[in-house]
């Protein structure tokens, strides 16, 4: 039995959700954050030719190796490897696999897909080895899953504090390319925003417009309102309403995920849901843990790692994903946190034009 005709396919990624739960959370955050893109492109964006330059792979390799071990990734039950998609893979407590996908001319890719891929791997070698050989040793969720690989990403990888740190080895790894780039230069073009036609590229303002869109049109398909035929024309309307952009062939539009030609449904949101869960933890993470930019500006992540072990790793499957942010956070899943993350950071970013 169900309430609305996506339930289903919902419950299967984020048990315990309903489709009118999430709704309401997109709501809340579409206008905001359509606003918010309006409010920054006001903002000079920078130019960030210097990320589009030759980088060695092996010295990015080398680069990418130090800082996820300072992340704390456990070498010991795990691997890092290459593939054409960046993934993670567990085969138990004791392996977990890390991919990332590296290019010469785009040093971005290979370094924040490495980091994404870490925070999931974190959360996979973080649960209770009482949980070990149970169904309980698997993340929440999916969308709790997303909230580890972002808030590793981006809520700490695009951080100032986080390149205060890291940026002087970089520019010694590459001196060439970085030597006479400022640090704050580098900030904002690691943190540009650029509406976008293809989603796993897109910048974390406007990322979340990208799950919208997919959400509505799979509504619309499941209950019928929509045709698959229409389809095409449905996904450019919105994604120029949502985005201001309109893709010029299929490929860069309606066909350009794999979760639709797999049969999998209900699945998209997640990622939006894994950027707003993302917000709730580190804001609460901050009030427990005062200091933490202070502690990220000696490439200490110590206290970062131990606070995720203790309130979300540990715990597996153990919680439903709603169950285990209010068991945090003193509240269910809200957007108002990410939200207010993004306009922060960006107004901030767009004061050091």
């Known amino acids: 039995p169900y309430d609305h005709i996506y339930d289903p396919l919902l419950d299967d990624n984020e048990p315990g959700l309903k489709t009118t739960d999430v709704q309401t959370l997109f709501d809340t955050a579409r206008p905001a954050q359509i606003a918010l893109i309006e409010k920054i492109k006001e903002c000079e964006q920078p130019e960030a030719p210097f990320l589009q330059h030759f980088y060695d792979t092996n010295k990015q390799l080398d680069f990418i190796r130090s800082v996820i071990t300072s992340l704390n990734f456990d070498w010991n039950r795990g691997r890092l490897d290459f593939s054409t998609h960046p993934f993670t893979t567990s085969f138990g407590l004791g392996d977990v696999r890390i991919t990332t996908h590296l290019r010469e001319n785009d040093l ?3 370094l924040f897909g490495a ?3 870490t925070g999931h791997a974190l959360y996979e070698q973080g649960f209770s080895p009482v949980l070990a050989d149970t ?3 698997n993340g929440a969720s999916g969308a709790v899953h997303e909230s580890q690989s972002r808030l590793y990403e981006n809520i700490i990888g695009r951080s100032l504090s986080f390149w205060q740190y890291y940026y002087p080895l970089l520019q010694s790894k590459f001196p060439g390319q970085l030597g006479e780039v400022e640090i704050n230069d580098f900030y904002r073009g690691i943190n540009l925003v650029m509406p976008s036609l293809i989603r796993i590229f897109a910048d974390e303002a406007t990322y979340n417009l990208h799950i ?3 959400m509505e049109l ?5 209950d019928g309102s929509l045709s698959v035929e229409d389809l095409p024309e449905a996904w450019n309307a919105k994604m120029k309403q949502y985005l201001g952009i309109t893709p010029e062939t299929d490929e860069q539009g309606v066909l350009q995920d794999i979760h639709w030609s797999l049969g999998s449904f209900g699945g998209f949101p997640a990622y939006a849901l894994g950027n707003f869960i993302s917000a709730q933890l580190w804001q609460k993470m901050n009030v427990d843990l005062p200091g933490l930019d202070e502690q990220f500006l000696h490439g200490k992540f110590d206290d970062a790692l131990g606070w995720l072990r203790k309130n979300v790793h540990t715990n597996g499957a ?12 003193g509240t269910k899943i809200e957007a108002q946190p990410y939200l207010d993350y993004l306009t ?10």
């Open 108 to 110: 971005a890719a290979g």
């Open 218 to 222: 799979e509504i619309s398909l499941l």
């Open 212 to 214: 919208f869109l997919r």
């Open 135 to 137: 169904l309980l040793a």
């Open 115 to 117: 980091i994404h891929e």
């Open 318 to 329: 153990k919680y439903q994903p709603q169950q285990l942010v209010e068991n945090v956070c």
């Open 344 to 353: 922060m950071k960006y107004s901030e970013i767009c004061r050091l034009v």
